[in-house]
């Protein structure tokens, strides 16, 4: 059998860290084309705290596997025969940015190490490694996905930040370019949300703003990126979406968050929260602060034309202008 369920939750047989203690479960998979480190990795882990550890031998499943539940960590032998250790590194870093990469090897080198780290692994052990030291990297490993997720992520909402957000731009505008792809932005701000915070109190808009995160988040692709651009503003990166897409998925939105229903929103204008967009589709070899600023203009037309709205910004690769908005559909939003 090449896809093996260990489940090895066990009482603490250390004294937990406060990290530890958070994550009640940690959840490995371990690949490797030899059943017995398999039994045997799966073996180990069971004498510390709280693991449940899935293995595979068949290094071509680890997608599907990844992609049907989630993982925390993920040890890789590097030597498979079916599959090249390093190319399933690269798929699985980019596909699950979450997800922290140990590397276990038998035939370690200096060369490995680096090629692997570079690649995104969070960490690289050579074989044989002892069970307290397995633990330790992989408590290590996590400790660090923390502190990374920590530094790309708004507090509040969850959603990235604007940091995230300017890094993840720069990285689809060139992706867009380098392979002649369409990319839009959408610039979202809540509407008179001031008289919102006067009226309930900076506490109830937060639990807003974390409403509103959610239902951006689950709209959304899981190649989109969605993130909070500051204070009751949010924006979204929409890779493969030309102008014309990127205004009927803003048009949608639009309409679901104002048939939401936010507690208290009887009290503003017009009896519901409801948000303006602005919509700006990349320019081939255009700049980053120029999509930005296009699409900050036309959320400013937005508001200016009287809220609860989305405007296109004018300039368009194609010159096509996008016509009356039937509503949906962009595909349906996707697990993340
Ligand atoms: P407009 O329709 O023109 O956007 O009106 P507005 O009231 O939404 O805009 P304005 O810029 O006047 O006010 C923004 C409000 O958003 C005021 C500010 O206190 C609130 N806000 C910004 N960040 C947060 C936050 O993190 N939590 C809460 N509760 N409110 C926030
Ligand atoms: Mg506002
Ligand atoms: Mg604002």
Do not use: W
């Not at 047989?13 to 059943?35: C, F, G, H, Q, Y």
């Not at 190490?113 to 570079?118: I, K, L, T």
């Not at 200016?304 to 690769?317: D, F």
């Not at 096509?320 to 939003?333: F, G, K, N, V």
Request: proline share 5%; charged share 20%; glycine share 6%.
């Amino acid at each position: 059998m090449s896809y093996v369920l260990h489940r090895c939750i066990t009482s603490a047989a250390v004294s937990l860290a406060p990290s530890e203690v958070e994550r009640v479960t940690t959840n490995v998979l371990v690949v490797d084309d030899e059943e017995i480190i398999c039994t045997l990795f799966a073996a180990m882990l069971s004498q510390f705290g709280s693991y449940h550890v899935v293995t595979t031998t068949d290094g071509r499943q680890v997608m599907d596997i990844l992609r049907r539940e989630p993982f925390h960590v993920v040890l890789l032998d590097m030597s498979m025969p079916a599959i090249s250790g390093l190319d399933l590194l690269r798929q699985i870093t980019q596909a699950f940015e979450e997800v922290s990469v140990i590397i276990v090897t038998g035939h370690g080198s200096i060369e490995t190490a680096v090629e692997s780290m570079q690649a995104g692994a969070a960490d690289f052990v050579a074989k044989p490694v002892p069970a307290a030291v397995l633990h330790l990297r992989i408590q290590q490993a996590l400790e660090h996905a923390r502190t990374r997720r920590l530094a790309s992520t708004d507090g509040l909402t969850e959603l990235y930040n604007h940091r995230t957000l300017q890094e993840r731009l720069a990285q689809e505008i060139a992706r867009a370019d380098r392979y002649s792809r369409p990319l839009s932005v959408l610039m979202i701000d809540v509407d008179c949300f001031k008289v919102y915070n006067d009226t309930y109190g900076h506490p109830q808009g937060d639990i807003v703003l974390q409403e509103l995160a959610r239902l951006l988040k689950e709209m959304s692709r899981s190649s989109d990126t969605v993130a909070r651009y500051g204070g009751e503003e949010f924006a979204l990166i929409l890779p493969e979406t030309d102008r014309v897409s990127a205004q009927k998925f803003a048009e949608r939105l639009r309409q679901q968050v104002e048939g939401h229903v936010f507690p208290g929103e009887k009290r503003l204008p017009g009896g519901t929260l409801t948000i303006s967009i602005g919509v700006a589709t990349h320019v081939p070899a255009g700049s980053k602060e120029a999509l930005l600023q296009a699409a900050d203009a036309a959320l400013y037309a937005a508001k200016s034309e009287g809220r609860n709205r989305v405007c296109v910004a004018a300039s368009a690769p194609d010159g096509d202008q996008p016509s009356e908005l039937p509503t949906p559909p962009r595909a349906p939003a996707s697990p993340s």
